[in-house]
C-alpha cells in the first residue's frame, strides 16, 4: 500500500523556537494533504487541508499564523509551529489523499515543548 | 460542520466474545467513511474502507456497515483477542473528521 512519512518522529525544543514537520507521500502524488493532532487519549482534530500550490484551509479554532503550512509539491508538505509553547506539546499526525479518495496517514510526530 | 461521535468511549470484554462498535455523524454528505485502530502512542492502522455508495466491508474477523441516511456506521469484531484491544476511531470524508474513539481491552 501508499506509504506516508514523517520527519522528525520526535522533536523536543524550547519555549519561543520553532519546529518544522515534514509529511511525505513517498510512492504516490498527494494533491490534498491534511494536517491532525492528537491529544492524550483524545480523538484527532482536524487542524488544515493543504492543496498543493494554495494556501491552507484552517479549522475553525486554529492560528494559521502559529501553525504554518506548505504544500509545495505533490509530495510534500510541512508544518511549522512557530515560537512554540508548552501547550503546543501535542502528537501531530499527517495524512495525503490519493486521486482515488483514499486517505494514508503517516506515523506521527510527538512534539515537546519545554 | 461535521460532528461523528463514537460510543461506547470505552468497552472492556472476555475473550471470545463478539462486540460492535458504533459511529455516528451529522452530515450524510460523505465520500467514504473509514475505521482505523490505533495502539498507545502509535500511529494509525486502516481497518476498512467504506465508500459511500457501498453498505458493508469485511475484512477477516472484521465487518464495517454503513447507514448513509441515518448517519451511522458499526464495526463489528468477531471471537475478540487480546490483541484486538486498543483504541478505534472511526473518520468520514472528505475532510476527514474523526470520531471520539472506543477504547476496547479484550481480556484473556
Known amino acids: 500500500g501508499a506509504v506516508v512519512s514523517q520527519h522528525p518522529s520526535r522533536v523536543i525544543c524550547k519555549s519561543g523556537t520553532s519546529v518544522k514537520i515534514e509529511c511525505r507521500s513517498l510512492d504516490f502524488q498527494a494533491t490534498t494533504m491534511f494536517w491532525y493532532r492528537q491529544f492524550p487519549k483524545k480523538s484527532l482534530m482536524l487542524m488544515a487541508t493543504s492543496n498543493e500550490g494554495s494556501k491552507a484551509t484552517y479549522e475553525q479554532g486554529v492560528e494559521k499564523d502559529k501553525f504554518l503550512i506548505n504544500h509545495a509539491s505533490l509530495t510534500l508538505s510541512t508544518l511549522t509551529v512557530t515560537s512554540a509553547h508548552p501547550e503546543d506539546s501535542s502528537f501531530y499526525i499527517c495524512s495525503a489523499r490519493t486521486m482515488g479518495e483514499t486517505q494514508y496517514f503517516g506515523p506521527g510526530t510527538r512534539l515537546l515543548v519545554l | 460542520k461535521q460532528e461523528v461521535t463514537q460510543i461506547p468511549a470505552a468497552l472492556s470484554v472476555p475473550e471470545g466474545e463478539n462486540l460492535v462498535l458504533n459511529c455516528s455523524f451529522t452530515?450524510?454528505?460523505?465520500?467514504?467513511l473509514q475505521w482505523f485502530r490505533q495502539d498507545p502512542g502509535k500511529g494509525l492502522t486502516s481497518l476498512l474502507l467504506?465508500?459511500?455508495?457501498?453498505r458493508e466491508q469485511t475484512s477477516g474477523r472484521l465487518n464495517a456497515s454503513l447507514d448513509k441516511s441515518s448517519g451511522r456506521s458499526t464495526l463489528y469484531i468477531a471471537a475478540s483477542q487480546p490483541g484486538d484491544s486498543a483504541t478505534y476511531l472511526c473518520a468520514v470524508s472528505p475532510q476527514f473528521y474523526f470520531g471520539t474513539g472506543t477504547s476496547l481491552t479484550v481480556i484473556p
Open positions: 452530515d450524510s454528505a460523505i465520500y467514504n
Open positions: 467504506i465508500q459511500s455508495s457501498q
